[in-house]
């Protein structure tokens, strides 16, 4: 198998699931997180963190577009910024909207595993990150971040008492 073709498959299953799952929540539970321990994200912004835990992130590995204002880089960030406590994190205003979003991050998403074809074992760092690694790779773990942040979704679903089991986990249900 290539990578255009694991990539994209895996962009199918992650995000098919993550929207079933964002499907089960409704905009009154947008400020709910768990009450024990610290540093947790609320619903809502967890369902925002998950619009662009993929698609984005990976164009800036495709294009070299973080996203940062001109001339900045990443040295100039202090690290609260780079990874912000969860209190300072954006939310959905509500679930409709962060469907949307995941949508049209899905789509970005696909769009730059197309534009990286035939660049996959190029290598390439995060802003994050000084060790390079093949684009393929960072773009498989950007998959990968969605579907944490997805299993976050499903068991904030079954902390809240939601009736959610393995069918909904992997989008069947």
């Given amino acids: 198998m290539d990578w255009t073709t694991l990539l994209?498959?895996?962009v199918e299953e992650a995000y098919r699931a993550a929207d079933k799952l964002m499907e089960r929540v409704d905009d009154g539970s947008l400020g709910w997180k768990p009450e024990t321990g610290k540093n947790w994200m609320t619903v809502g912004q967890l369902?925002?963190?998950?619009?662009?835990?993929?698609g984005a992130t990976s164009k800036?590995?495709?294009?070299g577009d973080w996203g940062m204002p001109e001339g900045a880089s990443a040295e100039d960030m202090p690290p609260?910024?780079?990874l912000p406590p969860a209190d300072a994190?954006?939310?959905?205003s509500s679930v409709a909207e962060a469907r949307q979003q995941l949508a049209e991050d899905k789509k970005l998403a696909k769009e730059m595993i197309e534009r990286a074809a035939g660049r996959f074992d190029e290598m390439v760092q995060a802003p994050w990150d000084p060790a390079p690694r093949p684009l393929g790779q960072h773009l498989l773990g950007m998959i990968v971040h969605l579907a944490n942040h997805k299993s976050q979704l499903f068991y904030y679903l079954k902390l809240m008492g939601q009736p959610v089991n393995t069918m909904h986990f992997y989008g069947m249900a």
């Fill in 60 to 63: 800036g590995f495709v294009t």
């Fill in 80 to 82: 609260e910024e780079m």
């Fill in 47 to 54: 369902l925002h963190h998950m619009t662009s835990a993929c």
């Fill in 8 to 10: 994209n498959a895996e």
């Fill in 89 to 92: 994190m954006p939310a959905a």
